[in-house]
C-alpha cells in the first residue's frame, strides 16, 4: 500500500514537473514597440528581450517619431544578434530626425537590412496581433504614438493582446521622489489615455516607482565590460556613443535601465521579485497618472520585493551566451 503511495505521489510530482517543462518552453509572442535612439536605455532592454530564449520576437515597431533612424538601431542591432528574422515596422510620429545614437548608424542604410522592413508599422502591427494563434504581448517602452494609432484603425485588437508598458509614476517618482508626469506619457498624454484605458486581456505597468530604481554599477558593471559575448559589446559600444565617451573603459556604470523592466513584467507567472497592486489609473492632460475609481484597473509594479536579485539577473541574461545568439 505504500509503494503504491508513494508510486502515486513520485508519478504526480514528474507530471507537475513536465507541465512546468512545457510552460517553460512555450516561447511568449512579442511585438516591442520603442523609442530606441533616445534614452539608451531601449537598446538594454532591447539586448535583454533578444537574450530571453522565453520570448518570440514577432515584429519590432518603432514609435515617437525619428522613425527611419530608430529603425536602422534595430536593424544593425538585430543583425549584430544574428536575429534578421525578426522585421521592423515604421511606426508614427514621423520618419525625420536622429539622436544620440546616430555615429552608429549614420553609414548604415535601411535597405541592406536582410530581414524584412514594413513602412507602416501601424499596419503591420494589427495584423501581426490579429494573425497570431497564441494572444499576443506588446512591451511598449516608449511613448505611446504607434499604440494609439493601432487601436484608431483597429480596436478588436485589445480582445487578442495583452499590454505591457514602462509608463506613468504612480505613488513614487524618480528616485523615489514625488509622484511626477512621466516622459512617456507626458509626451503624448491623449495617445496615453487611450492605450492606458483600452480593454487589453490584461494590463501591466512599470511605473518610475520600480523602473526608475535599476542601474548596474560596481561588480555588475564591470562584469559586462569584461564579457566577451558580442551582444553585450555591441550595447556597450552603443552606451559608449551615446555617453560621448572615447572608450568603454571610461564607463563606470549605466545609466538608469528604465525600460528593461517592461521586458521581465512580460514573463508568466508570479515575477518574485517586484510587488504588485491592482489600481484604477487615470491619465490627466497635463501627463500625471493618478489613482482614481473612475480609471482603468491594471497591474502595477509599485515596489521592489528584490531590486539587488534583479539587478543581478539583467547582468546573468545579458552575459549568458546562448545560441542564435540569444
Ligand atoms: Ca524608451
Known amino acids: ?29 512579442i511585438i516591442f ?13 532591447l539586448t535583454y528581450l533578444l537574450k530571453s530564449p522565453q520570448f518570440e520576437v514577432k515584429l519590432i515597431t518603432t514609435t515617437c517619431g525619428k522613425a527611419e533612424y530608430r529603425a ?9 544578434a544574428g536575429r534578421t528574422d525578426v522585421p521592423i515596422g515604421l511606426g508614427e510620429g514621423g520618419r525625420e530626425g536622429v539622436g544620440g545614437q546616430q555615429p552608429w548608424v549614420q553609414d548604415y542604410k535601411l535597405a541592406d537590412y536582410p530581414g524584412k522592413i514594413y513602412q507602416d508599422g501601424v499596419k503591420a502591427m494589427i495584423e501581426a496581433i490579429n494573425t497570431s494563434p497564441k494572444p499576443m ?5 516608449g511613448p505611446l504614438h504607434t499604440l494609439a494609432a493601432a487601436l484608431d484603425r483597429d480596436p478588436e485588437i485589445t480582445t487578442r493582446a495583452m499590454f505591457v508598458g514602462m509608463q506613468g509614476s504612480v505613488r513614487k517618482g524618480y528616485g523615489g521622489g514625488p509622484v511626477s508626469p512621466e516622459y512617456n506619457v507626458k509626451i503624448n498624454p491623449a495617445a496615453a489615455r ?4 483600452a480593454a487589453w486581456r490584461q494590463i501591466t505597468i512599470t511605473p518610475l516607482d520600480t523602473c526608475g530604481r535599476v542601474t548596474l554599477s560596481g561588480r555588475r558593471f564591470e562584469t559586462l565590460k569584461r ?5 553585450v559589446q555591441t550595447l556597450l559600444e552603443n552606451y559608449r556613443i551615446w555617453a560621448k565617451k572615447a572608450t568603454v573603459g571610461e564607463l563606470r556604470a549605466s545609466s538608469v535601465l528604465f525600460d528593461t523592466v517592461a521586458v521581465y513584467l512580460a514573463n508568466r507567472g508570479p515575477r518574485p521579485l517586484i510587488a504588485f497592486e491592482s489600481l484604477p489609473i487615470v491619465v490627466s492632460d497635463d501627463g500625471f497618472t493618478r489613482i482614481d475609481p473612475k480609471g482603468k484597473r ?17 547582468v546573468r541574461v545579458l552575459t549568458e551566451q546562448k545560441g542564435k545568439g540569444r
Open 1 to 29: 500500500m505504500l509503494a503504491v503511495l508513494v508510486v502515486g505521489v513520485a508519478l504526480r510530482c514528474l507530471a507537475a514537473e513536465g507541465k512546468r517543462d512545457l510552460v517553460a518552453v512555450r516561447p511568449i509572442p
Open 33 to 45: 514597440d520603442t523609442d530606441i535612439g533616445d534614452d539608451i536605455d531601449d537598446t538594454w532592454a
Open 72 to 80: 536602422k538601431i534595430i536593424a544593425k542591432l538585430l543583425t549584430a
Open 137 to 141: 504581448t506588446v512591451i511598449s517602452i
Open 194 to 197: 487611450k492605450v492606458l484605458s
Open 227 to 231: 564579457s566577451r559575448d558580442r551582444g
Open 298 to 314: 491594471m497591474a502595477v509594479a509599485t515596489a521592489w520585493k528584490d531590486l539587488d536579485g534583479y539587478e543581478d539577473l539583467l
